[in-house]
């Protein structure tokens, strides 16, 4: 296993990707607020570049690149967010770029890669064809492998997100994130370790796909197996990476209903007018639904995305 990052890969992160990110937003929702009985601030990732925060260790782990690996290009496996998010940093560098998508993702997110400039490599939609035709591909071409999460590099680059929710917000009493495959809640607590020891960092998941709550739990990493979850960018295991750091620094993980996790998706929209897709409102769901008692405190929620299918709306199919 890779060496693991440190807050001082967060803060050299930060330094290198400053040109290529947006610095998103934090903002406050007095409403929000008063329904949760805490001092919320949330950072605005749903603005970020991509539509999400996974540009950030995407452009940290391509910004970090040799030149002759850049020349070789870069690859991954993935249908969600990181596959755009590879395209745009291997943009920034005019590299090649490999992604590899099972041939079942919607035409919505193969038209997103294809737009940052991808070469997309359709394979069947199981975990086993994506390993084997990402392997072909890095084999022929000598792309270097970008994962979406278990890489030093790309969790460095998803905390540098928490290191500017401190630096807007000020002291906070806990820091709040969703979690799936766990770079941005692993790249969060390592921001909070060396910028704001004192908060507690807590992570959030969907009860439907409880796989990092289960591995906390237990101790070692339990797969997702058949995930059922209307937050789709949660839907993966962590990482022999994300979990060390998460198993040494977060507070805890708790779990969330769908009809939670719709509400506040719901209310986001309705009450701070910011479109944010549903894995983004799982943290606010925790508040919502009585997981976490922070009442008085001052808290931080990393809205993680806003790439939402305008068409599938959770409230407007569960009317049909």
């Not at 934090?26 to 329904?35: F, G």
């Not at 001092?39 to 991509?50: A, F, G, S, W, Y």
């Not at 596959?83 to 193969?110: C, D, F, Q």
């Not at 969790?155 to 917000?169: M, R, W």
Request: proline share 5%.
């Amino acid at each position: 296993m890779p060496d693991l990052p440190t807050h001082a890969d967060v803060l050299a992160a930060a330094g290198r990707i400053t040109a290529a990110v947006h610095r998103t937003p934090v903002i406050t929702c007095r409403a929000l607020d008063a329904l949760t009985g805490a001092r919320l601030h949330l950072k605005c990732e749903n603005l970020q570049k991509v539509g999400a925060f996974k540009a950030r260790g995407a452009c940290n782990a391509v910004l970090s690149l040799s030149d002759e690996q850049a020349r070789r290009g870069v690859a991954t496996h993935s249908s969600g967010n990181h596959a755009a998010a590879l395209a745009y940093a291997a943009g920034l560098r005019g590299i090649p770029v490999h992604v590899v998508m099972p041939r079942t993702s919607r035409a919505v997110k193969k038209a997103a890669v294809a737009g940052y400039g991808a070469r997309i490599v359709e394979c069947e939609p199981t975990q086993a064809a994506r390993e084997a035709t990402l392997a072909e591909v890095v084999r022929s071409t000598g792309a270097t492998f970008i994962h979406p999460y278990n890489d030093p590099r790309v969790i460095a680059g998803q905390g540098t997100a928490a290191l500017e929710l401190l630096a807007d917000a000020g002291p906070l009493d806990a820091l709040l994130t969703p979690v799936g495959g766990g770079g941005l809640l692993s790249g969060t607590c390592l921001a909070a370790a060396g910028a704001s020891p004192a908060a507690a960092v807590w992570g959030t998941e969907p009860a439907g796909a409880d796989d990092a709550f289960r591995s906390l739990a237990q101790g070692r990493i339990v797969p997702s197996v058949d995930p059922r979850t209307v937050a789709d960018g949660l839907l993966t295991s962590l990482g022999e990476l994300t979990f060390a750091i998460i198993r040494e620094h977060v507070r805890g993980i708790v779990t969330v209903s769908e009809d939670a996790i719709v509400a506040a998706m719901r209310l986001i929209w309705e009450r701070t007018k910011l479109v944010v897709e549903p894995s983004s409102a799982v943290p606010l769901a925790a508040l919502l639904e009585g997981k976490l008692d922070l009442g008085g405190q001052r808290v931080g929620i990393i809205l993680s995305g806003g790439n939402v299918d305008l068409g599938e709306l959770p409230w407007a199919v569960q009317t049909r």
